[in-house]
C-alpha cells in the first residue's frame, strides 16, 4: 500500500459556541508519520480539535495546515483524511470486502485497481479470510479491523481515530493497542488519535497533548510527560500522584529543601524561581515510594512514618494507602518483593530518593 506521510499544524484554533470556548487558542504541531494523541478528561476539547482537523467542525478563529498548506477552508471530502470511530460504522448489509471497497468506489476507482486495494487492505489488518462474512458474523475486535481497513484502502493523507476502542473488553483493548501501533509502525502513515484512557495513550504514542477545559496544557512525549509533568493536572490526569504542599526552607544548586507539616524533604532539580520562604508543590508517583518495616539506614532518603489506612491487592502489585504526618500517601509495591505483610493499622516508613519526586505549579 503506497502511503506518502504528511505534517499537520494546528495554529491558534478555537471554537466557541456561543459562551462556551470548546476549544481555546490550541497551536499544536504534528510530524510526518507521527502518532499523535490527544488526552483529556470528557469535556476537555479534544473530539472538536480532531473534528476541525477533519473538516466537519469550522474553527471560530486559528488555521489548520497540511504540510504548511492552509487547508481550514476545505470541505471534509476535499481532505482525503480517514476516520475511524468509536462505533465501526459498518455497513450492515455489505460484506467485509464490499465495506472496504465503499470509499472507492465513491471515488470511482477501476474496478481491477480497487479490488487489489482491498485484498491489500484486509491482509494488512489480517482479516483476508473473512473477505465474505457480513458485520454482524463479526467479533468487536474484527469489526474495527474493518474499520481501520477501509479508513486506509483509499491511502489518506491522514488517519484520524475517536477513541476506536472504548467500546472493547480491557483485554481485546490492549491487544488491539499493540497491533494498531504495529500497524502505524508498517504502515508508516500519520496517526492523530483520540482517547481518555491514560495508558492507552502512554502505551501507543510518540507524542501526547494534554488538554483540559478546551487549552493544550502540556505536550511532549510519554516519558517526559509522565516524569516530568508541568502541572498538577497533568500529575493527576497521567497516572497517579501524591502531592506534597510545603514551603522552601533552603534553596541549592542542585534543588531545594522543603518543609510539608511537621516533615523536612529534599527535593533534586532545577529550583528556578524559588527561595527560601516560597510555597512549593511536590508531586511523587506511588510506584517511587519504598514501603518499610523500619527506618532505612540510608540518610540521603526522605522518610516519613505513618499506619497504613487501607491496601488493594492486584496481583502484580500491593497498593497502601498510608496515614502520615503530611497526609495520606498512596504507595504501589510490587507484591513479589513487598516487605511487609499489608494489614490496615500496621505502622511502616515510607522512603523515596530526592530525585523521585518533581516539582509542579498548582492548578
Known sequence: MAVLSHALTVERVSKHYGPVRAVDDVSLRIGRGAFVTLLGPSGSGKT?????????????????????????????????FGMVFQGYALFPHMTVAENVMFPLRVRKVARAEAER????????????????RLPKQLSGGQQQRVALARALVFEPSLLLLDEPLSALDKKLRAELQVELKDLHRRVGLTFIY???????????????????????????????LYERPATRFVADFLGKSNFLKGRVEAVRGDGFAYA????????????????????VLVALRPEKIDVLAAPPPDAALNTVAGTIAAWSYFGS?????VDTPVGRLQATVPAWRCPIEPAEGRSVHLAWSAEASVRVLAD
Open 48 to 80: 472538536t480539535i480532531l473534528m476541525a482537523i477533519a473538516g466537519f467542525v469550522a474553527p471560530t478563529s486559528g488555521r489548520i495546515l497540511l504540510d504548511d498548506v492552509p487547508i481550514t477552508p476545505l470541505p471534509p471530502e476535499k481532505r482525503n
Open 117 to 132: 486495494r482491498v485484498t491489500e487492505a484486509l491482509a494488512l489488518v489480517q482479516l483476508a479470510h473473512l473477505a465474505d
Open 194 to 224: 483520540v482517547t481518555h484512557d491514560q495508558e492507552e495513550a502512554l502505551s501507543m504514542s510518540d507524542r501526547i497533548a494534554i488538554l483540559r477545559d478546551g487549552r493544550l496544557v502540556q505536550e511532549g512525549a510519554p516519558g517526559v
Open 260 to 279: 510539608a507539616g511537621p516533615a523536612r524533604f529534599v527535593q533534586h532539580g532545577a529550583p528556578d524561581g524559588l527561595a527560601a520562604g516560597a510555597p
Open 317 to 321: 502489585a500491593f497498593s497502601l494507602l
